[in-house]
């Protein structure tokens, strides 16, 4: 059985606007779900990355942009897991720094295949790396 591969060109900018616009229906069964407490977070999210990032670089050096697709719908999956899109989870405003590197990294990944993309602006791969970084301080010191 094969599987069918999107052959839509995703770019930087539409997987912004879509890791931005989670559906709202989704806000209301997050909001009844049961959360992990606010402190293993930065654990999970450094170790999302941590197994998300040797992906990306392997898409990146394969000049796979399908990768990014699968990547975007990961992402959005753990970052409703955890409501910090839907605002369902306010306790995590304490680490800025996880939930600005999960979300930042499909558009960092693809501004690396386009770096001339509108949403590639010069300090985004910067302040990713700095927070991803962060993020795994903090995890470390849970």
Partial sequence: MQL?????RLSPSSLLRTLVFVPLVLAASL????????SAF???AA??????LPRMEAAIAARDRSFFH?????????SERWGFKV???PDLAAYPMCTS???????????????GDEACEPGLAP???ANVQRCREVAARK
């Fill in 101 to 115: 590197a999960v979300m930042d990294y499909v558009v960092v990944g693809m501004c690396r295949l386009t770096p």
């Fill in 42 to 44: 930065p654990l999970d």
């Fill in 127 to 129: 302040r990713f790396d």
């Fill in 87 to 89: 605002k369902a989870n």
């Fill in 70 to 78: 699968g990547a975007m719908v990961r992402t959005v999956q753990f």
């Fill in 4 to 8: 069918h591969r999107p052959t839509t």
């Fill in 47 to 52: 170790g999302y990355l941590n197994e998300e």
């Fill in 31 to 38: 909001a009844a779900a049961q959360q992990e407490p606010p």
